[in-house]
Nanobody, 125 residues
């Protein structure tokens, strides 16, 4: 239902853009977010966006990552700049029927109705 793309291996300080495409007529009504899970760590929130464009970011990515939706509201993006080794993780997109703004800054990840398959991002020199 959600198909991710755009991961890869990059050097510190460089950029990547992740995409998450949704199928289905109701995709434009979803609330969206990006999450990530590093080896040996719990899944954590990265950023969320509501259909009205409201966004929330985790402190660790503020000023470096930008979440956005295409005009049709069914493709989600995460523009990542100034990448750091600690950004290394599998990145997942998630969609919900309610706002995920509080979820991405919480230690408890819940309320996600649909998950992408995940895409690996590795940042190393």
């Amino acid at each position: 239902h959600l198909v991710e793309s755009g991961g890869g291996s990059v050097h510190p300080g460089t950029s990547l853009r992740l995409s998450c495409a949704a199928s289905g007529d109701t995709a434009s009504t979803y609330y969206w977010a990006w999450f990530r899970q590093a080896p040996g760590k719990k899944r954590e929130g990265v950023a969320s966006i509501d259909p009205d464009g409201s966004t929330v970011y985790a402190d660790s990515v503020k000023g470096r990552f930008t979440i956005s939706l295409d005009s049709a509201g069914n493709t989600l993006y995460l523009e990542m700049t100034n990448l750091k080794p600690e950004d290394t993780a599998i990145y997942y997109c998630g969609a919900s029927f309610s706002s995920l703004g509080r979820v991405v800054v919480s230690t408890l990840i819940r309320g996600i109705n649909y998950w992408g398959q995940g895409t690996q991002v590795t940042v190393s020199s």
